[in-house]
């Protein structure tokens, strides 16, 4: 369906899309142009399938576009982020992390069901990433010997993805998900809240450091997944981050994923 509508109202705008206020409740996620129409169809099937497995989250009402832009109606979400509400609630942080990863850790008791693969993801990833072809080669080998699962996992779990809201907390963005091993998608939460987009001065980084120290030490207790698990993960989901990876302190986690790679037996980015 194809609507001109100058009465929608502006909520906010991400890489991907801009968010509209239609009324009656609902909110159009209005996606820029050089988004592929494969990410749009998962986002809105991905948020489908989760709701129906009892994640919370705004489930996709149907497909719109407007003005030749391609979007997804979704009701709306009263509330912030959490990356917001924390802003405005810095001591009560921990309490919010904790709740965040109670969340992530319920969503991966849900099946992956018809979503695509978590390791094909990251092999497509790692295969088509700046490393070099003998560590390429090396990672993607080691990467099928992984035990695998097909729970669901969201791929994209951060502070900005997750609404406070008065029906407590929500995820959001279902547009990298994915059906994976648990502990794949508990590492990329560490590695978003750690190195991902966002303020990099001293204290902000002491900050992220702690925080994503608080969500794997959180996530071990809430979860099956064990220390060990998220180490063998790590260093695979990390050199697929390397691919389109759009982020601060560059030096910090390239440090990250070089130790990764080295304890794992992989090889190493840097030339001995």
Same mark, same amino acid.
């Given at each position: 369906?194809?609507? !001109?509508? #100058?009465?929608?109202? @502006?909520?906010? +705008?991400?890489?991907?899309?801009?968010?509209?206020?239609?009324?009656?409740?609902?909110?159009? +996620?209005? @996606? *820029?142009?050089?988004?592929?129409?494969?990410?749009?169809?998962?986002?809105?099937?991905?948020?489908? *399938?989760?709701?129906?497995? &009892?994640?919370?989250?705004?489930?996709?009402? &149907? !497909?719109?576009? !407007?003005?030749?832009?391609?979007?997804?109606?979704?009701p709306r979400l009263e509330g912030a982020t959490l990356m917001d509400w924390i802003r405005r609630n810095p001591m009560r942080a921990g309490w919010a992390l904790d709740q965040m990863v109670e969340l992530h850790a319920t969503m991966h008791r849900a099946r992956g &069901?018809?979503?695509?693969?978590? +390791?094909?993801?990251?092999?497509?990833?790692?295969?088509? $990433?700046?490393?070099?072809? #003998?560590?390429? !080669?090396?990672?993607?080998?080691?990467?099928?010997a992984l035990p695998d699962d097909d729970v669901l996992t969201h791929?994209? @779990? *951060?502070? $900005?993805?997750?609404?406070?809201?008065?029906?407590?907390?929500?995820?959001?963005?279902?547009? +990298? #998900?994915?059906? &994976? *091993?648990?502990?794949?998608d508990a590492v990329r939460s560490e590695m978003l809240m750690q190195f991902g987009i966002g303020p990099t001065d001293r204290v902000t980084n002491l900050w992220r450091d702690w925080a994503a120290w608080r969500l794997r030490k959180c996530y071990r207790k809430t979860s099956a997944v064990s220390v060990r698990g998220m180490d063998q993960w790590r260093p695979v989901v990390a050199l697929a981050w390397l691919r389109a990876r759009d982020a601060g302190r560059t030096p910090a986690f390239l440090h990250y994923l070089d130790k990764a790679l080295r304890r794992s037996g992989i090889g190493s980015l840097r030339p001995r």
């Amino acid at each position: 369906m194809n609507e !001109r509508t #100058a009465s929608y109202s @502006f909520i906010a +705008k991400g890489a991907s899309a801009e968010l509209l206020d239609m009324g009656g409740g609902r909110a159009l +996620k209005l @996606f *820029h142009d050089n988004v592929p129409d494969e990410m749009i169809v998962r986002e809105a099937d991905a948020s489908v *399938h989760a709701g129906a497995c &009892g994640v919370p989250t705004a489930v996709a009402i &149907g !497909r719109q576009s !407007r003005d030749g832009r391609r979007g997804i109606v979704y009701p709306r979400l009263e509330g912030a982020t959490l990356m917001d509400w924390i802003r405005r609630n810095p001591m009560r942080a921990g309490w919010a992390l904790d709740q965040m990863v109670e969340l992530h850790a319920t969503m991966h008791r849900a099946r992956g &069901g018809a979503l695509r693969s978590l +390791k094909q993801v990251l092999a497509t990833d790692i295969a088509y $990433g700046p490393a070099p072809d #003998a560590l390429q !080669r090396a990672a993607i080998t080691y990467l099928e010997a992984l035990p695998d699962d097909d729970v669901l996992t969201h791929g994209d @779990f *951060h502070l $900005g993805n997750v609404m406070m809201t008065p029906q407590g907390m929500m995820v959001i963005d279902w547009s +990298k #998900a994915a059906a &994976g *091993h648990p502990a794949a998608d508990a590492v990329r939460s560490e590695m978003l809240m750690q190195f991902g987009i966002g303020p990099t001065d001293r204290v902000t980084n002491l900050w992220r450091d702690w925080a994503a120290w608080r969500l794997r030490k959180c996530y071990r207790k809430t979860s099956a997944v064990s220390v060990r698990g998220m180490d063998q993960w790590r260093p695979v989901v990390a050199l697929a981050w390397l691919r389109a990876r759009d982020a601060g302190r560059t030096p910090a986690f390239l440090h990250y994923l070089d130790k990764a790679l080295r304890r794992s037996g992989i090889g190493s980015l840097r030339p001995r």
